[in-house]
């Protein structure tokens, strides 16, 4: 697994691994009650769907990795519509008071003030930018 250096600070590090896309390609078909199928789009257009895992870790001085959340990625493209979503998990919400220490709460106030959500990866690279700046 290749990892990518995000933040490094002088008590732990943010990094990030991302797996291999998943990509799928199917034909649409319509599908009636009572079994049957008919195919939906001229020409055979073919539909798209790309899924790809991205895990972001704290990594601490003995060298452990420690998952902390886990971002899926998925893009659809299609006849009817074209979307992007991101599913979010978070492994262990308390590794971030954990790996912060004393600086958490200054932190978490920090989020409250510019309405963050770190299950948003965008916003969590805010919050550690943070972090480095009152380290």
């Given amino acids: ?8 600070f ?10 291999p896309a998943d990509v799928d390609f199917s034909k649409p078909t319509q599908n009636f009650n009572d079994g049957s199928s008919l195919m939906t789009t001229p020409g055979n257009k073919v539909y798209a769907s790309a899924s790809q ?6 990594l601490n001085p ?10 899926e990625n998925i893009e659809k ?3 009817w519509m074209d979307h992007s979503k991101a599913k979010k998990r ?5 590794l971030l008071a954990e790996y912060l220490g004393k600086d958490y709460e200054e932190v978490k106030a920090y989020i409250k003030e510019k309405d963050l959500n770190v299950k948003r990866k965008d916003d969590l690279m805010k ?7 009152i380290k």
Avoid: N
């Fill in 127 to 133: 919050v550690f930018e943070y972090y480095g700046s």
């Fill in 1 to 8: 697994h290749f990892f990518e250096l995000l933040f490094d």
């Fill in 90 to 94: 978070v492994v262990d919400k308390d």
């Fill in 77 to 79: 493209e299609g006849f």
């Fill in 62 to 71: 003995s060298g452990e990795i420690i998952p902390y959340i886990t971002i």
């Fill in 53 to 58: 895992l991205e895990t972001i870790c704290f």
């Fill in 10 to 19: 002088v008590d732990f590090a943010v990094i990030s691994k991302t797996d």
